[in-house]
């Protein structure tokens, strides 16, 4: 039994996620590095190389394993390609949960019937449940879906003791479901700052030899796309805003990544007699820095269910000015009023006169620039740790 100045065991905390991403590992790293935490990532499935946004196999380029506690579990779904709520089943998982003697499960995503039944086995066996949705309202869902989510999500956020919000949209998302107050914490949405920021000081200064690079002229301010060629993001109607703009005379279009639509953007360019837009494929984690330090904007026009859009917190640590839609979950946060401009999803008129305006006012552009570095600086990997701590009833 401790004495009255042994030190109280680590909370033994259970992370249930359905793969590994590079997007989660850095929180990971920093809460297994918490003294009073003792983690466990359990993960439904392996780090398959195949991602289907992109539509190839993806080298991250960064080891999704090092430097925390994981366990791989088995899927035994039928469908494990295929995106709905059985895409992942893990009774191994599961029982894990039950047996593994756990303080606490952290779950991300009610997508999936794991991340479902963790919340579960978790109560049953009294465990403190965190769960953390990145889910928003914004966009059209019919009455029926609506109505489904409602009775669902509104019992199984029951679940859980804390709920964790990683924005004001996804705080209001939660709300809507009748979750009380008390049971909100934030944990911001973050990327890693320091190694970005790294990055960012070490290409400073290269910004002609990294446009040569991509077969951009020196003298081309840069309108830089990054992420996965799929309906969601609408990469097709940006490069047929880029076409509308006067910008088109004296800017380029980079367009990183890959994925089902890229074809029809190429195409697209071609057809509007574009010779100014560069595909550069998919560049992972050690790459996508060269694009973000010779790009003056970031554009991330999504339609629907772009939830965060982590790519503008990677952009602002390179100084990028940001141009995104109104369904991007990151909007309020840290773009709106702040470093760039908010344009509605549907309207491709809106997405060429923002990018116009910044074209054509030096100032404007600057002072977003100059923004962009001070806003990130605050949204951190430290305050998503104190946010955990918080709804773990651990001290700051």
């Known amino acids: 039994?401790?004495?009255?100045?042994?030190?109280?065991?680590?909370?033994?905390?259970?992370?249930?996620?359905?793969?590994p991403v590079p997007y989660y590992v850095a929180l990971y790293r920093q809460l297994a590095a918490q003294a009073d935490i003792d983690l466990t990532v359990l993960y439904c499935s392996g780090g398959e190389r195949h991602d289907e946004g992109y539509g190839q196999a993806v080298d991250w380029g960064v080891d999704l394993m090092a430097g925390y506690r994981s366990r791989v579990f088995r899927n035994w779904s039928p469908w494990p390609?295929?995106?709905?709520?059985?895409?992942?089943?893990?009774?191994?998982?599961l029982w894990a949960l039950l047996v593994g003697g756990y303080d606490a499960v952290y779950a991300h995503s009610l997508n999936y019937a794991t991340t479902a039944l963790a919340l579960l086995a978790a109560r049953m066996r009294g465990r403190r449940v965190l769960y953390r949705a990145d889910a928003y309202n914004l966009g059209e869902r019919s009455g029926a879906k609506r109505?489904?989510?409602?009775?669902v999500y509104s019992r199984t956020f029951r679940l859980a003791d804390r709920l964790l919000y990683i924005g004001t949209h996804n705080?209001?998302?939660?709300?809507?479901?009748?979750?009380?107050?008390?049971?909100?914490?934030?944990?911001?949405?973050?990327?890693?700052?320091?190694?970005?920021?790294?990055?960012?000081?070490?290409?400073?200064g290269q910004t002609v030899e990294l446009k040569r690079s991509f077969g951009i002229p020196a003298d081309r301010r840069v309108l830089l796309f990054t992420g996965k060629f799929q309906a969601k993001k609408q990469p097709v109607r940006l490069v047929e805003?880029?076409?509308?703009?006067?910008?088109?005379?004296?800017?380029?279009?980079l367009m990183v990544g890959d994925g089902e639509l890229r074809p029809a953007a190429e195409q697209c360019a071609t057809a509007?007699?574009?010779?100014?837009?560069v595909f550069a494929g998919f560049l992972n984690q050690n790459e996508v820095g060269r694009a973000y330090a010779c790009a003056d904007v970031l554009a991330l026009p999504s339609a629907y269910q772009e939830t965060w859009g982590l790519v503008v917190n990677e952009a602002m640590n390179f100084r990028c000015a940001i141009v995104v839609s109104d369904r991007v979950g990151c909007a309020p946060d840290l773009v709106e009023g702040i470093c760039g401009l908010v344009v509605p999803h549907d309207d491709i008129?809106?997405?060429a006169d923002a990018i116009d305006t910044l074209a054509a006012d030096p100032a404007l552009l600057a002072r977003y620039q100059a923004a962009a570095p001070e806003r990130i600086a605050q949204w951190r990997l430290p305050q998503a740790v104190a946010g955990i701590r918080a709804a773990l009833g651990l001290p700051a």
């Open 1 to 19: 039994m401790p004495g009255p100045e042994s030190p109280a065991p680590a909370c033994r905390l259970a992370v249930v996620v359905h793969r």
């Open 81 to 93: 390609d295929r995106p709905g709520f059985l895409r992942y089943v893990t009774p191994g998982l």
């Open 147 to 151: 109505a489904v989510r409602r009775a």
């Open 171 to 204: 705080r209001a998302f939660y709300t809507a479901f009748g979750v009380p107050e008390s049971k909100l914490v934030p944990v911001p949405f973050v990327v890693d700052n320091a190694r970005f920021a790294a990055e960012a000081d070490r290409l400073a």
């Open 241 to 253: 805003a880029f076409a509308r703009t006067r910008a088109r005379r004296d800017w380029t279009l």
């Open 272 to 277: 509007l007699g574009l010779d100014n837009v």
């Open 349 to 351: 008129q809106a997405l």
